[in-house]
T-cell receptor
Framework: SQTIHQWPATLVQPVGSPLSLECTVE??????LYWYRQAAGRGLQLLFY??????ISSEVPQNLSASRPQDRQFILSSKKLLLSDSGFYLC????????????FGEGSWLTVV | AQTVTQSQPEMSVQEAETVTLSCTYD???????LFWYKQPPSRQMILVIR??????QNATENRFSVNFQKAAKSFSLKISDSQLGDTAMYFC????????????FGDGTTLTVKP
């Protein structure tokens, strides 16, 4: 069966520091991969999605970037965090065909102080 | 661009009773999928139910069922025999068949099941 893991689960970082959140999927190949952000009490905002290695699409211009160095690995990064980057980040995957169910990781809480 | 609207920020229901959560959407796409996800206090997003837009039959999963009205662009979730474990935030989501990167989620409905 397929599983998705993301880490770290919680992170407290000072303003201006770098960020790296990592996500891996097991049990499938060539998945679509996604990074979402969820503000407190709100829905999910799609930040990045990827249909293959090195193929990243950004939905929202911001202080963050994403990379997909391997087929089942997706990394969310920032060179310099802002206070507004605080939030709950979710990595997700789906079978590489549009319209399929999106499955989510456990999420990462980021607090920028 | 798609929009998904959940007009009920909060709802409550007594244990064992039935509750319906509303969702409307707007799109120019003809082929798409609709989902309900549950997010309990653990924050894990859990798939509740999935509906293909080309299917007229409403999806059901045990105590969960949907009322899909394509012409009205409405997709409500009915929870029967509510249980305390159903307490969570529920999100309606739209994914077009043409582009998985165009997923759109509503702002959620917080459901509290009271004993």
């Amino acid at each position: 069966s397929q599983t998705i893991h993301q880490w770290p689960a919680t992170l407290v970082q000072p303003v201006g520091s770098p960020l790296s959140l990592e996500c891996t999927v097991e049990g499938t190949s060539n998945p679509n991969l996604y990074w979402y952000r969820q503000a407190a009490g709100r829905g999910l905002q799609l930040l990045f999605y990827s249909v293959g290695i090195g193929q990243i699409s950004s939905e929202v211009p911001q202080n963050l970037s994403a990379s997909r160095p391997q087929d089942r690995q997706f990394i969310l990064s920032s060179k310099k965090l802002l206070l507004s980057d605080s939030g709950f980040y979710l990595c997700a995957w789906s079978v590489s065909r549009s319209g399929n169910t999106i499955y989510f990781g456990e999420g990462s809480w980021l607090t920028v102080v | 661009a798609q929009t998904v609207t959940q007009s009920q920020p909060e709802m409550s229901v007594q244990e064992a009773e039935t509750v319906t959560l509303s969702c409307t959407y707007d799109t120019s796409e003809s082929n798409y999928y609709l989902f309900w996800y549950k997010q309990p206090p653990s924050r894990q997003m859990i798939l509740v139910i999935r509906q293909e837009a080309y299917k007229q039959q409403n999806a059901t999963e045990n105590r969960f069922s949907v009322n899909f009205q394509k012409a009205a662009k409405s997709f409500s979730l009915k929870i029967s025999d509510s249980q305390l474990g159903d307490t969570a935030m529920y999100f309606c989501a739209f994914i077009p068949n043409t582009n998985a990167g165009k997923s759109t989620f509503g702002d959620g409905t917080t459901l509290t099941v009271k004993p």
